[in-house]
């Protein structure tokens, strides 16, 4: 990691569902610069926890601070504030259907306050460079394949400058050979030193890009490793059990 500073910590989180406990005490910090990669069966935990650190979910216990700062979970406002610095990535792309890429795309941060009109379009045109997209800023997201919805998607995160980007699963709903060109997108914010937290199944990735990969388990950390050791000599026997299902 390239800083010591904690963009977002978490701390004792704990989220039920109708009895159910989905975050068990969970304690987790992401630091300027670092990429965090979290893994764990289906209904561990994982999507819950990236939505409670973004303030989607509302936490039963715990807390969660943002640069230091604590941000009350039923704060409304100050999550609002919050979440323009803190992009997030969803599964299923989360693009408005009636608008144009380039609507999608400069919404936010107009609504926001965040650019004019004319920087954020200028700020839409660049970003859709960058990841290939260049030419489809007039195509409406129904036009655009699985693969093509997600970087736009990654895009309107971006066009907010957020200081660290959250990603629930961003390939589980495309198809294998649309995976690519969303990693490819996602190594490209590595490089460029983008803070980051991951939930993916995408082993090869997280091996490739992560400084630390957490291991989540109904509702907690089980374990937490550099990509290596993690993947070549995982501690706990449950780790070694996820691990060598998936491998």
């Not at 409406?140 to 394949?145: G, K």
Request: one cysteine or more; aromatic letters at 6%; charged letters at 25%.
């Amino acid at each position: 990691m390239s800083d010591a500073r904690a963009v977002v910590s978490a701390r004792g989180l704990v989220k039920r569902y109708k009895g159910m406990c989905a975050l068990d005490g969970v304690d987790l910090e992401i630091h300027a610069g670092e990429i965090v990669v979290i893994v764990g069966p289906s209904g561990s935990g994982k999507s819950t926890l990236i939505r409670c650190l973004n303030g989607l979910e509302t936490i039963d216990a715990g807390s969660i601070r943002i640069d230091g700062r604590e941000i009350p979970s039923q704060a409304r406002e100050e999550w609002r504030l919050a979440r323009q610095r803190i992009g997030m990535v969803f599964q299923d792309y989360s693009l408005f259907p009636h608008f144009t890429v380039l609507r999608n795309i400069t919404l936010a941060p107009i609504r926001a306050g965040r650019l004019s009109p004319e920087e954020a379009d200028k700020t839409a045109r660049r970003l859709l460079e960058r990841v290939g997209l260049g030419g489809y800023a007039n195509a409406y997201p129904a036009e655009l394949s699985g693969g093509q919805q997600q970087r736009v998607a990654i895009v309107r995160a971006l066009a907010m400058a957020p200081e660290v980007m959250l990603f629930d699963e961003p390939t589980s709903a495309l198809d294998p050979e649309m995976i690519r060109e969303v990693l490819d997108v996602m190594r490209q914010l590595s490089s460029a030193g983008m803070t980051m937290a991951i939930v993916t199944h995408e082993m090869g990735f997280a091996r490739e890009v992560a400084d630390r990969i957490v291991f989540i388990d109904r509702g907690r950390i089980v374990e937490t490793g550099a990509p290596e050791q993690f993947l070549r000599s995982p501690r706990s026997p449950r780790l070694q059990e996820f691990l060598a299902k998936i491998l």
